[in-house]
Structure formats: structure tokens, C-alpha cells
């Protein structure tokens, strides 16, 4: 069996370098990459460059060859072979071609023949290996295009290297690292399966080749979101301490906007949190907050109201009538349900987050929000239904909400607005002219939370009394 799926990254770039100089293709750039060297591989044009670069090991100039391919079921990658006749070190290295995926990846492969060991294994500079039964773990480093065998035999070569001289010098270290190589090299004779292999990329840009003949438990791919550690470690968030503003000393002012450093959730860059606090009045304070990213164009905007836990929820109902009506602010918390029979529009609660506007501007957020699940694509500026996907009786029912909706953001139907909160932190405006007498289109009623609510909002084993005395 070949050590290595491929032999060798140099040995791919020599083959393309002489199917190109089979072909009589030679020519060259006239950059300073030096020669671009084309050749036919697998039936794709493919290019060698030649740069000359200084050669580590006796600091003399050498060749450096690059040649971008594609790897099956993955993606794109550079393989990069170095060589210097001076000395005869040699150098083979992958690279990714794109950039960091949006989340990191976690293999596992769990080999039970021979033939697992031909399986081909994509490291990136940022993964670590890990043969879990062998406890044996490579850390991130250089880049390899290599196989299972590939791996576990330069693990086992590596750590034979250095037991001569461990055996004089620290022979329980030696014993134990020889159990190691004992155990390493049963498993490459075929002696201890099953055993596991694991490749961890925060990057996202490792890979095992998958095969068609694998069962359930085979091969598992996992993808999961990156730490800010993780993130930091790959420079995609700024590594410097930034202060945090200080406000022990000093009250925050109501309708005073205040500055916050941050990172992007989209793309970990630096950027701003704007957060003001406004008093509503006749309801509480709520703290509105923004925030924009100037590298991605991340936006978000979200309201959050503080306060105890009232005993009760509360539900507003609101007709709306005229577009004084739909001026009227009103706030939605998380935990708020909202309904308008009359438009056939239910809204669950954490849908759209926190928002403070008017009833114009909530049924048209609400409104883009569903146009953007429901249709997919522009047709002359016109959103278009996700080609065949919907039938016409389906999208004859979308076309009616959608246009009903319109006519009431337009104010050109009347409708009724029930907001639903069991923790009681949604509001809207009332129009009377004593703000302590009801308004004649709006009902407001208090009510008791179901167990449900209880369970979802976390009330259920809420202790706020002698709750020390449990602990101890």
C-alpha cells in the first residue's frame, strides 16, 4: 500500500510539468512569479508556476512550483513542492485556494480494514489529527495532502527518531512512547481495528474523502460555529484589548445614545453598538439598540425592556382604523405573540426580535420578512416565486395576503392588532386625551400565564427567596 495517496505533492506537479512538456507547451509569464508552465491533467488545463525562493536548510535559491487543482467532492487547493539543488532538501505544502469557511468542521472516520487506509485526508495549516485510540495528536501546522496510512506512518517515524536518545537519557519516557510506536505500528499492519481518526479544522478547510460503500457511523461530518478564541486565533477578530466604557460613576441619561465596541457576528470584524435608553411614557424604560458593520454591511436593530417579572401577562388590542392609527408607536418585545384576524397574520413569539416603531412600520417589516421565505429571485425588479416550486392555487393565496397586507400598511382597511405578552413588556401608544383614561380603539387586559408560558419562559424553577439556603 503507498504511503501516501498521491506519493507525493511534488510528484503531482512533476507530472503535470511533464504531460506539459509532452505537449510542447512551454512558455513563459513575464512576471515574477517566473515561468507559467501549462500541462493537461485528467483532461483540464492546468498551470505550473516556477518561483525561485531561498532554500531554508542551506540558505541558497532554489524552485518553488505551484500548481492549483481541484480535489474531488471538496474544492480548490494550491499544492506547492520546493526543491533545491544545492543542498537536495525538498518541501511539499497544501494550501486552501478560497477563504475561511463560515464555520469550522470536525471529522471523524472510524476504520475497520485495509482499504481505510487509502482514504485521502486534506490538512490544512489550521487543523489538528488526532488518532483517538492511539491518544497521538498532530497540532496545526503545515499543510498536507496525504492519506490515513500517510499520517500514522510519519507519526510513528517521528517519534522512533529521537528514542535512541531518550532510551539513555529518560528511559520511563522512552518506554512509554515505545508502547505508543508497539501500538502504532499494529495498527498499520491491520492488527488493532476498529480505531478512529479525528481532523478538527476551525478554518473549515480540511477534509476525508467520503465513499459511497459507507455505512452509518463510517464517516461524520459535524460543522459548529467558531469560539471568539477560535476566531481571534485566525485573525478574523481584532486581537486587541479594547476598554470597556465605564459607567459606575455616572447615570445614563435617557435619550442620550452611547457607544460600545463589538464584533460582527457575520464576518468578526471590529464595529460599533449604539445603545440609548428611552422612556416611554406611561409604560417604562426600554433600551434600543444598533448595530451596524461598515466591512460586511451587518445590520441589526433590537429592543430590550428590563424590570422584575410582573404576576401577570397582558394582551392589547387595538383597532386600527385610520393612518393616525398607523402612526402609532408600538413596541414588541421577544416574548410577544401578534395577531391581525382580519389580515390572516399570525406571528409567533421571538419572530422579527424586539421592535420599537409604528403599526405602519411592523406590518411592513413584517411583511418584506415573509416575501423573502415565500418568493425567490427579481423578475424585472419584481420578487418571482421560486420558479415551479409553488402551485398556482398556493401562490393565488399568497398573491391575496400579500395584497390585502398592502392595503392595510396603505391604511385603506380596517384590521385589529392583538399583541399577546405573558411577560407583560409590549406597548401601544394611546391617542386619548388623558393618558390615564382608556382609549376608545384599544383594550388592555391583564391575564394569567398558562403552564406552558411558565415552562418557556424559565418561571417554572425560578427561586428568588432563600435561594442561598439551597445552595449550601
Known amino acids: 500500500m503507498s504511503s501516501d495517496l498521491f506519493a507525493t505533492i511534488g510528484e503531482q506537479v512533476d507530472a503535470a510539468m511533464a504531460a506539459r512538456e509532452t505537449n510542447g507547451n512551454t512558455g513563459t509569464n513575464g512576471t515574477k512569479a517566473g515561468n507559467e508552465i501549462q500541462s493537461e491533467v485528467d483532461g483540464e488545463n492546468k498551470f505550473v508556476d516556477e518561483i525561485e525562493s531561498m532554500c531554508m536548510n542551506c540558505h541558497e535559491n532554489g524552485v518553488t512550483r505551484l500548481l492549483l487543482t481541484k480535489i474531488p467532492y471538496f474544492r480548490e487547493v494550491i499544492l506547492m513542492s520546493f526543491a533545491c539543488d544545492k543542498c537536495g532538501f525538498q518541501n511539499n505544502e497544501i494550501q486552501s485556494a478560497g477563504a475561511f ?81 508497539t501500538k502504532g505500528r499494529a495498527m498499520l499492519a491491520g492488527d488493532a481495528f476498529p480505531f478512529r481518526l479525528a481532523v478538527d479544522d476551525p478554518a473549515g478547510n480540511s477534509f476525508i474523502t467520503p465513499d459511497v460503500r459507507d455505512g452509518v457511523g463510517k464517516l461524520e461530518k459535524r460543522e459548529y460555529p467558531r469560539t471568539p478564541e477560535q476566531n481571534s486565533a485566525l485573525g478574523l477578530a481584532d486581537t486587541a484589548v479594547q476598554p470597556a466604557p465605564s459607567l459606575e460613576d455616572e447615570d445614563i441619561v435617557p435619550d442620550q445614545v452611547y457607544q460600545f465596541p463589538a464584533s460582527c457576528p457575520g464576518c468578526m470584524h471590529p464595529c460599533i453598538t449604539n445603545m440609548k435608553m428611552v422612556d416611554i411614557p406611561h409604560f417604562r424604560q426600554v433600551v434600543i439598540m444598533n448595530t451596524s458593520c461598515d466591512d460586511c454591511g451587518y445590520k441589526s436593530n433590537d429592543v430590550k425592556t428590563g424590570g422584575e417579572v410582573p404576576e401577570k401577562g397582558k394582551k392589547v388590542t387595538l383597532l386600527v382604523r385610520t393612518n393616525i392609527d398607523l402612526a402609532r408607536d408600538i413596541l414588541k418585545s421577544e416574548s410577544c405573540a401578534l395577531e391581525c384576524p382580519e389580515l390572516s397574520l399570525s406571528v409567533n ?102 403552564a406552558e408560558e411558565e415552562e418557556e419562559l424559565g418561571l417554572t424553577d425560578m427561586k428568588t427567596e432563600n435561594y442561598a439556603e439551597d445552595a449550601e
Open 101 to 181: 469557511q463560515p464555520k469550522g468542521v470536525h471529522y471523524e472516520l472510524r476504520l475497520t480494514s485495509m482499504p481505510d487506509f487509502e482514504r485521502q485526508v486534506v490538512k490544512s495549516d489550521t487543523a489538528t489529527i488526532k488518532f483517538i485510540e492511539l491518544d497521538v495528536e498532530i497540532p496545526a501546522g503545515r499543510g498536507q495532502l496525504t492519506n490515513v496510512e500517510g499520517l500514522l506512518s510519519t507519526i510513528i517515524d517521528d517519534l522512533e527518531v529521537a528514542q535512541p536518545a531518550r532510551k539513555e537519557k529518560e528511559p520511563e519516557v522512552y518506554s512509554k512512547i515505545q508502547e505508543i510506536i
Open 349 to 450: 413569539p421571538g419572530t422579527l426580535g424586539g421592535r420599537f416603531t409604528t403599526v405602519e412600520g411592523l406590518l411592513t417589516q413584517v411583511r418584506d420578512d415573509l416575501q423573502k421565505q415565500i418568493f425567490q429571485g427579481t423578475d424585472g425588479g419584481e420578487l418571482t416565486a421560486g420558479g415551479d416550486s409553488l402551485a398556482n392555487e398556493e401562490r393565488a393565496r399568497w398573491d391575496a395576503f400579500f395584497e390585502k397586507l398592502d392595503r392595510a400598511i396603505k391604511g385603506e382597511v380596517h384590521f385589529t392588532i392583538i399583541l399577546a405578552d405573558p411577560l407583560a413588556c409590549s406597548y401601544v401608544q394611546s391617542l386619548a386625551d388623558d393618558p390615564t383614561k382608556p382609549d376608545d380603539q384599544m383594550v388592555v387586559e391583564e391575564y394569567d400565564r398558562t
